[in-house]
Nanobody, 120 residues
Framework: QVQLQESGPGLVKPSQTLSLTCTVS??????????WSWIRQPLGKGLEWMGA???????YYSPSLKSRTSISRDTSKNQFTLQLSSVTPEDTAVYYC????????????WGQGTQVTVSS
């Protein structure tokens, strides 16, 4: 059973960089076929795919967020990390990490999500 757990600060000030880590258990982030994604959902809005890192380490980003987003990984800890720079209150959302088998179009395992609020 694959489990994912997000961690990171719940409050970030405007213009700063949001940084979240997803710790994976029950499966390796270097196993071929799987993408590891970050997805967010602002209150009252739909899910927004932000980006993903593949088993090989290749990264993929949403065009609308590409200039501010970076996804990296620590294979020794089986973790992958999201960094979102120059945040504004519009970046306030619940942030999820998830596993995507074979394609970024759908996800089979999700973390529970973590609320991040951007406010001074």
């Amino acid at each position: 059973q694959v489990q994912l757990q997000e961690s990171g600060p719940g409050l970030v000030k405007p213009s700063q960089t949001l940084s979240l880590t997803c710790t994976v258990s029950g499966g390796s982030i270097t196993t071929n076929y799987y993408f590891w994604s970050w997805i967010r959902q602002p209150l009252g809005k739909g899910l927004e795919w932000m980006g993903a890192i593949y088993a090989s380490g290749s990264t993929y980003y949403s065009p609308s967020l590409k200039s501010r987003t970076s996804i990296s990984r620590d294979t020794s800890k089986n973790q992958f990390t999201l960094q979102l720079s120059s945040v504004t209150p519009e970046d306030t959302a619940v942030y999820y990490c998830a596993r995507a088998p074979g394609s970024i179009r759908w996800n089979d395992y999700w973390g529970q999500g973590t609320q991040v609020t951007v406010s001074s």
